[in-house]
Nanobody, 125 residues
Framework: VQLQASGGGAVQAGGSLRLSCAAS????????VGWFRQAPGKEREFVAA????????SYADSVKGRFTISRDNAKNTVFLQMTSLKPEDTAVYYC???????????????????WGQGTQVTVSS
């Protein structure tokens, strides 16, 4: 599966953005999808993930209540709605896919074999 992330941009603190991860392939519905981010000088970190059927999600504590992950398997797309953005959310955001039917606590620790290119999110104070 090939992934393409989009939707990044520059916003002020408190603003919102919606990231999209478009996938190729007819079996997208068999993949769990995660969002990760990497800020300058920092390691990549988990942000959110959604199971293959969309019924299970997982979030990093730092984004709970502010970010929402969802998917539309008919359109081969996963979304990350980001609200109440903070300067510390500034990073390059990546989407990734794993051919697993895992759910819940397993989602953040999947192998994620497939990665898209990143999209830059910049939040100014």
């Amino acid at each position: 599966v090939q992934l393409q992330a989009s939707g990044g941009g520059a916003v002020q603190a408190g603003g919102s953005l919606r990231l999209s991860c478009a996938a190729s392939g007819r079996t997208f519905s068999r993949y769990a999808v995660g969002w990760f981010r990497q800020a300058p000088g920092k390691e990549r970190e988990f942000v959110a993930a959604i199971s293959d059927n969309g019924r299970s999600t997982s979030y990093a504590d730092s984004v709970k209540g502010r970010f929402t992950i969802s998917r539309d398997n008919a359109k081969n797309t996963v979304f990350l709605q980001m609200t109440s953005l903070k300067p510390e959310d500034t990073a390059v955001y990546y989407c990734a896919a794993d051919g697993s039917d895992a759910f819940g606590w397993l989602l953040p620790i999947l192998k994620y074999d497939y990665w898209g290119q990143g999209t830059q999110v910049t939040v100014s104070s």
